[in-house]
C-alpha cells in the first residue's frame, strides 16, 4: 500500500510517501520520497512558535514540498486538466495554500492508495493547512483521507531508522508487549501503556508544562535561542556538580505516574534573579546540568516505576526531547533485561514518516475510517 503523508501539527511542514506492506512483526516499509522544511529560523525572534506565522509558512511550502518529494517517488507526470473551483474552495481559508494549489491540478494522480495527516494535538490553524490540503487532494484524486494521532505519530517513530532509502523491517520485530511509550515533546509528556497494536492506554501525564516546554523556557530564562533544548543540552555537557545551583525533583515521589515540569522552571528563574551579576557563563553551565539532571531523575523514576508495575518488556521514547543525549543514555540504562528504543537520528522530532506508519497501523488494524467532512483539527486530541 503507498501512503502519501501529512505533518503541520507545529512548526515543520513535512510530506513523505510510504510502501508499507504486512502487519504486527512482519510490518515492513520503504520510504519513497520524504521531506521536512524547518520553520525554526523564522520563529526564532519570537522566542517561540507563532501560530498565524506556522499556518501562513505550511501554506506557502506544503505544494512545493509535496512536487518535490512526488519527484523523489517518480511519481510526477504532468496533465493537461483544468482547474476544479470546488477543490479550491476547500482552502478558502488558506489563501497561501489555495494559490499554490494551482500546481496540483497540472499534474496526473498518483499511484497513492492513502492519504494520512495530522489532525492533532497541535496549533490549530496549523493542522488546519495539512487538513485542508490533504482533503482536496482526496477529493480531487478520490484517495480516502485518514486523520492520524500525531502523538501516536511519536510512538511509533521507533520503527524508523535513519537509513532512510533501506527496507524498513526490523523495528516491528523488536517489540514485545506489554510495552510502554514514554513520549517527551514540546507540547506533551506522557506515559502510554501498549498492550498491543491497537491498544493504548496514557497512565501519566504532566499536569503543566511539557518537558520540551521546560527545556525551550529554561532556555530563554538563560539568555539562549529558540528551541532550547538543543542549546541547553550543548550547555550541560560542560557543566558539573555545584551545590549552589541545586534544583527540585518536581513530584518525584507522588503515587502516579503524572509529572509536573513547570516548578522545576520556576525554581530556575528565581535562581537567576538571586544570582544576579554572579551568574557567569560557567554558572549557566552548572545550572544547564543540574536542570537536566533533575529532568532525567523524574523522567526515569517514574518510567522504571510504570515498568515494574505493568511488567513491561519494551520501552519505546519518542517526541523531540529523545534526541537529548543524557536522558537516552540514562534510560538505556535502565535494566539488562528491557528492550529500549529510539527513533533514527533526527527522527525524534517532528516528521511525516511517522504520520504515514501511525495511519497505516491505525488501517491494518481497522481503525474506523471518519468521513471527510467530519475531519477537523483537535489541538487536544488525546489517545
Ligand atoms: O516533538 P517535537 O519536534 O515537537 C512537538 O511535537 O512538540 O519536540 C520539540 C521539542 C522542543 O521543545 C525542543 O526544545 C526539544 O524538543 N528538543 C530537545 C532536544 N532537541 C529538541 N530537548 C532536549 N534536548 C535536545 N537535544
Ligand atoms: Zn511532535
Known amino acids: 500500500m503507498k501512503i502519501l503523508a501529512i505533518e503541520t501539527s507545529c512548526d515543520e511542514t513535512s510530506v513523505s510517501i510510504l510502501e508499507a506492506t504486512g502487519q504486527g512483526d512482519n510490518l515492513s516499509f520503504s520510504i519513497l520520497g520524504n521531506k521536512t522544511l524547518s520553520q525554526i529560523d523564522i520563529h526564532k525572534e519570537f522566542g517561540g512558535v507563532y501560530p498565524t506565522l506556522a499556518k501562513r509558512e505550511h501554506g506557502k511550502n506544503l505544494v512545493p514540498i509535496t512536487l518535490s518529494v512526488l519527484k523523489e517517488a517518480n511519481m510526477l507526470i504532468d496533465s493537461s486538466e483544468g482547474k476544479n473551483e470546488d477543490i479550491l474552495s476547500i482552502m478558502d481559508r488558506e489563501p497561501e495554500l489555495q494559490k499554490e494549489f494551482e500546481k496540483i491540478f497540472k499534474i496526473k494522480k498518483p499511484e497513492i492508495d492513502l492519504i494520512c495527516v495530522t489532525s492533532g494535538p497541535g496549533l490549530e490553524p496549523a493542522l488546519w493547512v495539512g487538513i485542508n490540503f490533504g482533503k482536496a487532494l482526496s477529493k480531487l484524486w478520490d484517495i480516502p483521507l485518514r486523520p492520524v494521532n500525531h502523538m501516536k505519530g511519536h510512538v511509533f517513530s521507533f520503527l524508523v531508522d535513519e537509513k532512510l532509502n533501506e527496507k524498513q523491517k526490523d523495528g516491528a520485530n523488536k517489540i514485545s508487549f506489554p510495552a510502554l511509550s514514554l513520549l517527551i515533546s514540546g507540547g506533551h509528556t506522557e506515559l502510554v501503556l501498549i498492550r498491543d497494536w ?86 549557566k553551565k552548572d545550572i544547564a546540568f543540574e536542570f537536566e539532571n533533575a529532568v532525567i531523575e523524574v523522567l526515569k523514576t517514574k518510567t522504571e516505576r510504570a515498568i515494574k508495575e505493568h511488567g513491561i518488556k519494551t520501552l519505546v521514547v519518542g517526541g523531540g526531547v529523545a534526541a537529548n543525549k543524557r536522558i537516552r543514555e540514562s534510560l538505556k540504562n535502565i535494566s539488562d533485561e528491557l528492550n529500549v528504543l529510539f527513533p533514527g537520528k533526527g527522527l525524534s522530532t517532528d516528521n511525516s514518516i511517522m504520520i504515514g506508519l501511525a495511519g497505516y497501523i491505525d488501517h491494518v488494524t481497522g481503525k474506523t475510517l471518519t468521513p471527510i467532512d467530519e475531519i477537523k483539527a483537535d489541538s487536544s486530541l488525546s489517545f
Open 198 to 283: 491497537d491498544n493504548y492506554e496514557v497512565i501519566g501525564e504532566t499536569v503543566d508544562d511539557a518537558v520540551g516546554e521546560a527545556f525551550d523556557k529554561v532556555a530563554r530564562i538563560l539568555g539562549l535561542p529558540y528551541p532550547g533544548g538543543p542549546e541547553i543540552s550543548k550547555l550541560a555537557e560542560s557543566g558539573k556538580e555545584n551545590w549552589q545551583v541545586e534544583l527540585p525533583r518536581p513530584m518525584l515521589h507522588s503515587k502516579n505516574y503524572n509529572f509536573s515540569f513547570s516548578g522545576l522552571k520556576t525554581a530556575v528563574l528565581y535562581l537567576v534573579k538571586d544570582l544576579g551579576q554572579q551568574l557567569t557563563e560557567d554558572i
